[in-house]
């Protein structure tokens, strides 16, 4: 697993992005796995970046490949609680017109990765998730 820590700011996204990319890319995974992995770490730091406006600790990315697998961590510290495993109440169905913000980037996160998992104590957020090859189209 190789980590990197990265400043609370949305624009460290490209920092991030490229964490991973240089990663997967030196281990050979493929696009099915990659374009997942990239949309689920976006989606993730920026809402801890968003949310957790009070947070002034680093962010702290864990990533390990092996056999064409991705496993993703993301741990902040010093935050309050938000569970990104609960279902979301999002109408895909519903125009641009009639949708209201929100909840959808995480309902896309929790279609397309195999696993997810949070975890929070003592203000310490942890979110895992996972992707493997070949499960699901994306």
Known sequence: MT??????DADNLGQVYQFAEDLMTADNIGDDVKFPIHLALEELFINL????????HDIEVEIDTSD??????LTDRDVEGYDVT???D????????????GGLGLHLVQQMVD???????????????????????V
């Open 3 to 8: 980590q990197k820590t990265f400043t609370r």
């Open 49 to 56: 970046v968003k949310y957790n406006t009070d947070g002034t």
């Open 68 to 73: 064409g697998a991705v496993s993703v961590s």
């Open 86 to 88: 609960r279902a979301r």
């Open 90 to 101: 999002v109408d895909i169905k519903a125009t641009l017109k009639e949708r209201r913000p």
């Open 115 to 137: 696993t997810l998992e949070y975890d929070y104590r003592d203000r310490r957020s942890r979110i895992r998730f996972t992707k493997k090859p070949g499960n699901r189209d």
